[in-house]
């Protein structure tokens, strides 16, 4: 899945991924490809973008999750 995320500075990472595990107000929630459509208030936590070459983990304040037709969105303050 084509993952995005996204600040006010503009684009801040642009990958391809296979797991997407991030921190939900409910709890945390890993998405994989062809998942259903979702959109989630992200809370504090780690983030973490599963590629198949490497791992990205960030610490993130919140945001916003949006998944659809296998592009995820995430809107950040900042990353």
Known sequence: ???EILT???LELAVEAK???APTLIGE???LENHIPIISVLKAGKLTIK???K????EIEGGILEFAKDKMVILLKRF
Do not use: Q
């Open 8 to 10: 006010p500075k503009g």
């Open 51 to 53: 590629s198949g070459e």
């Open 1 to 3: 899945m084509k993952v």
């Open 55 to 58: 791992d990205i983990t960030r």
């Open 19 to 21: 797991t997407v595990i």
């Open 29 to 31: 929630i890993a998405v």
